[in-house]
T-cell receptor, first 114, second 109 residues
Framework: AQKVTQAQTEISVVEKEDVTLDCVYETRDTTYYLFWYKQPPSGELVFLIRRNSFDEQNEISGRYSWNFQKSTSSFNFTITASQVVDSAVYFCALNLGGNEKLTFGTGTRLTIIP | SQTIHQWPATLVQPVGSPLSLECTVEGTSNPNLYWYRQAAGRGLQLLFYSVGIGQISSEVPQNLSASRPQDRQFILSSKKLLLSDSGFYLC????????FGQGTRLTVV
């Protein structure tokens, strides 16, 4: 069985600070996919990134960056120069392939203080 | 492009009443479809998923059921709602990553 742990329940930072959201996963499979989703107050989950287990290269997209480390089973998400619009609940998730169901972490509520 | 529609956005229902939430996907064929529930302040719990018409897998025993009468239509139902059925229900489709509908906030009173 797969498991995703997001130990940080809530984080608050002042605007323009950098913030890292932690994600630790468990799976016995060698092929798997990791995801991050953003849930703004409206409730809809917005897809941010998908990364497969064979690609440990870190990714940067604007102010967002992701650090995938298989050695520690972690897939952390960093927001640089945070903005108020980044306030949301962020979910890390895992599945075993494109047609497989997602296992979600419990989410981290991020509040950016203006 | 693909879109997913879920309705209604909010719903207040009395205990014991029936429920029907509908989700439709456009712009893709034979997607995997999912129903998730999010209790207040909690994570996402997978309720049902479907890999094809008429094929439904249930993740947790509960008062709810799901049906997939057409390739891109997924329905969540209950014959008699319980107070514990209150929550935020999200429909999703996937080929690789999953894309979610806007959710239905259900309050059972």
């Amino acid at each position: 069985a797969q498991k995703v742990t997001q130990a940080q329940t809530e984080i608050s930072v002042v605007e323009k600070e950098d913030v890292t959201l932690d994600c630790v996963y468990e799976t016995r499979d060698t092929t798997y996919y990791l995801f991050w989703y953003k849930q703004p107050p409206s409730g809809e989950l917005v897809f941010l990134i998908r990364r497969n287990s064979f690609d440990e290269q870190n990714e940067i997209s604007g102010r967002y960056s992701w650090n995938f480390q298989k050695s520690t089973s972690s897939f952390n998400f960093t927001i640089t120069a945070s903005q108020v619009v980044d306030s949301a609940v962020y979910f890390c998730a895992l599945n075993l392939g494109g047609n497989e169901k997602l296992t979600f972490g419990t989410g981290t509520r991020l509040t950016i203080i203006p | 492009s693909q879109t997913i529609h879920q309705w209604p956005a909010t719903l207040v229902q009395p205990v014991g009443s029936p429920l029907s939430l509908e989700c439709t996907v456009e712009g893709t064929s034979n997607p995997n479809l999912y129903w998730y529930r999010q209790a207040a302040g909690r994570g996402l719990q997978l309720l049902f998923y479907s890999v094809g018409i008429g094929q439904i897998s249930s993740e947790v025993p509960q008062n709810l059921s799901a049906s997939r009468p057409q390739d891109r239509q997924f329905i969540l139902s209950s014959k008699k709602l319980l107070l514990s059925d209150s929550g935020f229900y999200l429909c999703a489709w996937s080929k690789t990553e999953a894309f979610f509908g806007q959710g239905t906030r259900l309050t059972v009173v």
